[in-house]
């Protein structure tokens, strides 16, 4: 189905959602058919603060390794998710085109990765109830005065919860502001930024108006992704979240 479809689903509060981790036999039917073109794996995974991916694809690569002794296999725990995984795909992309090894790629995102941020902003706190991750009252105050949660990921990998703010609009002027403070050069930044978006590309294009008029040297436009039916079986709708390389995190 469609994202639009399936965000529209989801809204209806009797559809039960639930999601899985890939396990080991997917990863090993997943990886075998490159390893046995003679292919390498580099292969980023869902931050290990959310899911247990990561140890599931270090057991099929150690099988693996057995039974093809010659190829090499590297898992990385990106501490990260969402377009996040895709702001560090999209950069080792750009470095293997440049020449770049199969080594000095793995080498450069596992000093490296603990740079790029993820900040994130909710409207709808429908799911947070739903999880669990507020009370019903505290949803439902949230609700009336339009309380919009921003969160990062932090340098374990999980999602913390930051600051409360009132109203989206300020939410998402709140998130130009951490990008302003984190990011590479400040407002000089001159890297890639990604922002994606559950059901709300129009808060989404607001953010990337913003930020473009920031940051004028930005390489590109900001690119505007959706969240996918994994992640945004967990977040609903209402998410946006922005992603740019910075100073490292620390906490």
Known sequence: ???EDF????KDKSVELSTSQVN???FINYFTPFLESGKDILHICLSSGLSGAYNSALIAKSELEEKFPERKIYIVDS???SS???LIIDKLADMRD???SIDELFNWIEENKLK????????DLTFFIRGGRISKTSGFIGTILKICPVLNVNNEGKLIPRLKIRTKEKAIDELVSKMEIHAQNGINYSGKCFISHADCYDDAKKLAEKIEEKFKNLNGKVVINSIGT???SHTGSGTVALFFWGNERKD
């Open 116 to 123: 790029l941020h993820h900040w994130f902003f909710s409207s």
């Open 7 to 10: 965000y529209r689903t989801i």
């Open 84 to 86: 996040g995984g895709g």
């Open 98 to 100: 440049s020449g770049s």
């Open 230 to 232: 994994t992640i945004g």
């Open 1 to 3: 189905m469609s994202f």
């Open 79 to 81: 501490l990260g998710g």
């Open 24 to 26: 080991v036999d997917e």
